[in-house]
């Protein structure tokens, strides 16, 4: 089986070098989104990885992260003959060789965190992130906070058009190549909700997903070892404290690393 391993970077060409000499085997293709934000002859040392071309403006909790993965999935369908795409950071460090990611992955399965909202450990269960529009890809643009307060104050809240479920959960992904067609054939009818939604990218694939026959063959399992508090928005970084705990979660990946001391660290006790 053929891997297409998806990382979204944007910083610390170092460590994405790392991570890309770690996954970089014959049967894998890795591919980079580099933030549009980011110069991009920071990564021009690195081998190994191609860098798509169709780039994006990062910012957190808004569009342009989930346009950057429809990117990725689109270059992985028509330019690899993967069988199966893997999302992971610029910041993860792989816990097995992509060699052996068969006697973990099954290939008719999706691997995708999930939990219909409400979700008990989010904010109103999650909802306060659909019931108003988030117009700009920038949430911390003046007029975008204008406009958010404006609507706040209103007696007034979005409806979901889709008419379906929505699911939520980490945004790191893990699709058999079946299903990645299905998430491009159906994005723009899911895309016209989820763009004005504040962080979309854990919502939006769920969403797809679930409410599709490939819900019957995803696993509430993103394959990954994340220290990730409730009521927080970001997970904590690693430090060789996680060394056991990663080790006995199964996991393909562990998220998310600061920097390369860490990083060896974890090379040293994985031996990846």
Known sequence: ????????????????????SKVSQPNTDVLVHIDKKSDLTRFS??????FIPAREK???????????????IQFAMEKTSCDYILFVSGQDYPLVSPSVYGSLIDPEKNYIEYHPLPKPEWPEGGFDRLK?????????????????????SL??????????????????????RATGQYILDNWDRYFAYFRFAR?????IFQTIVLNSGFSRVTE??????????????????????????AR?????????????????????????
């Open 199 to 203: 962080v979309p990218d854990e919502m």
């Open 1 to 20: 089986m053929r891997y297409a391993i998806c990382i979204l970077a944007h910083d610390n060409p170092d460590l994405l070098s790392r991570i890309v």
């Open 45 to 50: 040392g690195i081998t190994g990885a191609v």
């Open 248 to 272: 006995i979660k199964n996991a393909l990946f562990c998220r998310k690393i600061a920097n390369l001391d860490v990083f060896e660290q974890f090379e040293a006790a994985f031996h990846i």
């Open 58 to 72: 990062i910012y957190w909790g808004g569009r342009s992260i989930v346009l950057a993965m429809r990117n990725l």
């Open 132 to 152: 108003h529009y988030y117009l700009f890809n920038n949430k911390d643009h003046l007029l975008s906070k204008i406009i958010l307060k404006i609507q706040r």
């Open 155 to 176: 007696p007034f809240e979005r409806r979901n058009k889709l008419n379906e479920p929505i699911f939520a959960g980490s945004q790191w992904i893990n699709v058999n």
């Open 220 to 245: 509430s399992n993103n394959l990954r070892y994340i220290d990730f508090p409730p009521r927080t928005p970001h997970p904590l970084y690693l430090t060789p404290g996680d060394l056991d705990s």
